[in-house]
């Protein structure tokens, strides 16, 4: 049936591929070097192949930056183009991917010092003050740690000039794709070829090489339908002969369409004048329009010119008499101003009070200036002094400065430390989760190995069970019935010659009714039955008395004791003695080992 299916879609995959679109890979071809001799035969095509539309993608090694030219000629269809680049070309793009590479690394740099510089300084400020008796000075300078340290990691960057190393010369592969269309014929030439030339004609051609691949799609679906109008075209055309010879016209379809075409014209042409009219008249009428508001409107602005005119004049007539008032104005303050400087002249008054006063404060304020510029310079020799004395005295001019050094030398080993540490602790938790995982996946594995070690024994047990029931009742046992429900209670059931027997009262006989069979179970959970051949065989104590006893003799007093016989039933208490037992119910599955969060 698997086959049969099989074989069913096989035939209706390769019917629904002929009925479409096909992709045939026609080989792999070498390509030819100009100058050298060829290496490979041209890349022949099936005759069987002609038609469709050709893909074609090629891939060339150029050992080193070089333009190459390629032709490629297939099926009579012939198409040229360009690939690769000149060293210089290939030299200054690759200086500037060099540079955008050094670029980001530099960006990269400083974002890692201003997170370190941030964290290790902050912000900074120093400050300091400086007082005369006549002004005071302060200067406060603040340091901004994460600008520094991002200045600091950018400047860790070179900037020499990018060199190219002596191997990088732009070698490498190129490749591309290109396709065309054949037709039906491959005209005189029924294979592919392509040919590489270098531009640069002194260009070593030793180590290039190229390769092209050749793959055509067909549309059959097309192919099928361009062959059914042909033939259609053919019956057309016999069937038009036929009618013709019959006394057909062939041209009174063509004769009523120009009439009907004719007709159509002239409505068109009616239509067109009466177009023509309505049009000339709109014409007429927006022309009208037109002059009248040109007529409105130059009114409007002849009206706005003389408004204008009139604004203008006022304007002008109302500056001329601001002008004059403010011109005397001004000669009746400078007058004003002349008679109050005679009259405080006469009462001792300075008219150039203000200038000797603001130049006395100039004078103070330059006296002030060469006073602090002296102190600077007297204090600026003391300090020199000092320091010179202090460095005879042996004094460390760079101790501050060799304490930053060493502060932030310590700052940034405690940071490598901290760091070291941190990756040392996620390290240790990341091996410490992965042995609780490995241990919670060993874990799991053995609950499941052992559970599935406790089915394989359970569906053991039960196979075993199942063939030494079906070998009992082959050699004659029965399966025992349910016990019947008690009739008083003076008495009990006991089974016995195959069959439940009722005693009255207590007698003291107790019949086994556990038979105790030796089962051996080997490795291939195979069961053997081993039966002691020295025993009495077993009675056959079946009988064909029904299943009520009351209709039943009493029963005769017990015989003489003899030997225990071994009971081979099953204790089922199924009443069919042909089907075997159901195997037991298996026991509940163990709860499964409790997975650890780890994270």
Known sequence: MRSRFASTCLVTCALAACGGRQHQHLGTG???????????PPLALPAQTPGGRYKVHYQVWLPRAMEVSWTLRCGGHEQRGMLGETFEQYRVRRTAELQAERERERQRRAQVGSLIGGA?????????????PNATGQATVTVDGAAAGAAAGAASVTDAPIVLAPDDLGQGFRQGDLGFQLGDALGDHPACTMELAPVDPVADTTHLAGTFTVERWFDARRAERVRVAGGATTVRADLHARLVARGADPTLAERRRAEAMARLQAEREAEAARQADLRAQADARRAEEDARRAQLRAEEDARRAEERRQARLELEAQARLELEMEARLRAEVMSTREALYVYYG????????REELRQAEERRRMTLEAEARLRLRLSMDIRARLRTGLISYGADPHLRERLRLEAEAEA????????????????????????????????????????????????????????????????????????????????????????????????????????????????????????DASREPVR????????????????????????????HRSTTTSDTASAPPPPPAPPPPAPRPRVRDHR
Not at 30 to 40: F, K, W, Y
Not at 120 to 132: I, K
Not at 346 to 353: A, I, P, V
Not at 473 to 484: D, E, K, N, Q, W
Request: glycine share 8%; hydrophobic share 35%.
């Open 30 to 40: 070498h390509a030819s070097i100009a100058g050298r001799p060829a290496s490979a």
């Open 412 to 531: 940034r080993r405690r940071l490598a430390a901290a760091e070291a540490e941190r990756r040392r602790r996620d390290e240790e938790t990341r091996r410490r989760v992965a042995e609780e995982e490995a241990r919670a996946a060993a874990e799991l594995a053995a609950w499941e190995a052992e559970q599935s070690e406790a089915a394989r024994r359970l569906q053991l047990v039960a196979g075993v069970r199942a063939q030494l029931t079906h070998s009992l009742l082959a050699m004659g046992a029965r399966l025992r019935p349910p016990m019947p429900p008690p009739v008083d209670d003076r008495g009990h059931w006991t089974w016995s010659g195959a069959q439940w027997m009722w005693i009255e009262g207590d007698t003291g006989v107790r019949i086994p009714d556990v038979i105790r069979v030796d089962v051996g179970i080997s490795a291939g959970a195979s069961a053997t039955t081993h039966v």
């Open 346 to 353: 006469k009462c001792g008054g300075n008219r150039h009070h």
């Open 540 to 567: 056959e104590h079946r009988s064909t008395v029904g299943d009520h006893l009351e209709h039943q003799p009493p029963p005769s007093p017990p015989p003489p004791p003899r030997e225990q016989e071994r009971d």
């Open 120 to 132: 290790v300084l902050g912000q900074a400020q120093a400050g300091a003050a400086v007082a005369t």
